[in-house]
């Protein structure tokens, strides 16, 4: 919810051609305490652009190193 509520904010607030909000994280609690598993997640909320044009989407991933699926 994060992701998709900072997108929302930018847009409303600077009126951008597009917004991407791509966050990876470790969740600390799994992996510190009770079953110590590795915890990683990503989630990704576009806006504008980079949700209409798939080329831009793709070549913002391309930038980032990040697989665009």
Known sequence: RIG???C???VKHL????VV???QAVHLCITSRG????SHFKTCA???VFK??????AE???ILNIPAN
């Open 60 to 62: 913002f991933f391309q």
């Open 15 to 18: 009126f951008p051609v597009g």
């Open 52 to 57: 209409d044009d798939e080329k831009a989407r």
């Open 4 to 6: 998709e509520q900072f």
């Open 8 to 10: 929302d904010f930018l």
């Open 46 to 48: 576009l806006r504008g």
């Open 21 to 23: 909000c791509y966050i």
């Open 35 to 38: 079953v110590k598993k590795q």
